[in-house]
């Protein structure tokens, strides 16, 4: 980075607020610990407050403060994907050509990022851009991350799909990356999302349910994180449009309905075990809900017969776009039992389950399209299973 020589420079209050913000990765034994690496005891009696107030107040240099940034860092941030699949059979030339044309232009625009790239494959190429985040949301010392984009570009016989994380900077750099790759091959190369914003309330849960019931090589064992929307939005909102072209007074009126019955419930998240078949989730079925992000576990079909955690859902619920998933780790399997506790799964195993999980989507998708409104949604989790 072009300007990694720069220094930090804190205030007691900034380092304080620091200290304060992370009560689960800087609790008061990780301040003991701070104080006691400086040579300080302080009584396991004092308060949390008390703890960080005295830390701010000593010296800080560069890598102290880099590493209280560091114990402030959540180590098990993992960002979910979403992918982008061109109409298109590239070649790894092609893709470097692009992104060589990408880094020329970005190291132009600003020296805040750094892009390198690589094939990893025959058939794959990776693109790593590292950037600068900012969340001013956030006390100011943490304000600004180092974060890295990890897009790939996987390459198949009759398209191209293309991985990324599932934040706005890189689809950014994504749709910077398509808007050169038209330009070298002088036509607008067709391209598709996972989304369901034409499907009905009912085509929406079952989007869902097909999913996580019909992944290749897994069964599904349960449910255990189900958030669902009202379908009331969409249905007030189409009626207000409507009412528009004829009388504006009772356009007024619906929206001031809409907004006070909106008001009451609009979302609703469940936790448990066997969601989809418990009465809370059958009665916000019942009541026009739809379901707009899930976590489940499956098992694989094959040796070693280990339980995978995933989950997936829509960034904008309502409308039905920014389709996100992730695979969250698994309970190994020993001997028939499984492991307690969730365990991450390693970047290279993640890449192998994705594109199971990214064809299925896409073949619901076109199963559920080409039905219509024939096809009726799955009623409980037992019918899944």
Known sequence: MANEALKYCATDKEIYDLLMSSKQRINESALHSLA?????????KDSRDA??????????????????????ENPNRVEKVTSLTLDAKLTV???????????????????????????????????QVQYSEFDYAKTR????????????????????TIRMPANAKAREIVEQLKAELNSQKKTDIPSKLIEISDLSTDERTLFFTSLISTLPGYTLRDVTNVKVRSGLETTMAEEIDQEEEEEEEEDDEMAEAAEGMLSVVTDV???????????????LRDKGFYIAAITWISQQTTTPYNKIEFDAGFEEP?????????????????DGKFTKT??????????????????????????????????KPQQTQGDLN
Not at 36 to 44: D, L
Not at 103 to 123: F, I, K, W
């Open 93 to 127: 030339a092609d893709i470097k050509a692009v992104t060589d044309a990408f880094r020329g232009s970005r190291e132009q625009v600003t020296s805040e990022e750094s892009v390198t790239a690589h094939p990893e494959s025959s058939d794959k190429y990776v693109v």
């Open 318 to 334: 309502k409308e039905g776009t920014g389709f996100r998933y992730n695979v969250r780790g698994l309970y190994r399997n020993k």
């Open 342 to 375: 969730l365990r991450p799964l390693k970047i290279d195993h993640k890449q192998e389950i994705f594109p199971i999980l990214e064809g299925t989507a896409h073949q619901v998708l076109a199963d559920l399209r080409k039905n219509g409104q024939d096809t």
């Open 141 to 160: 010392l943490l304000q600004r991350r180092q974060r890295e984009a990890d897009i790939r570009f996987i390459v198949e016989s009759d398209k191209t």
């Open 36 to 44: 006691k690496a400086r040579g300080i005891f302080y009584s396991p």
């Open 269 to 283: 998240a469940l936790n448990g075990q066997g969601l989809l078949s418990s009465t809370e989730y059958q009665l």
């Open 51 to 72: 703890l960080a107030s005295h830390l701010s107040l000593l010296p800080h240099d560069y890598d102290a403060l880099r590493e209280l940034l560091g114990q402030s």
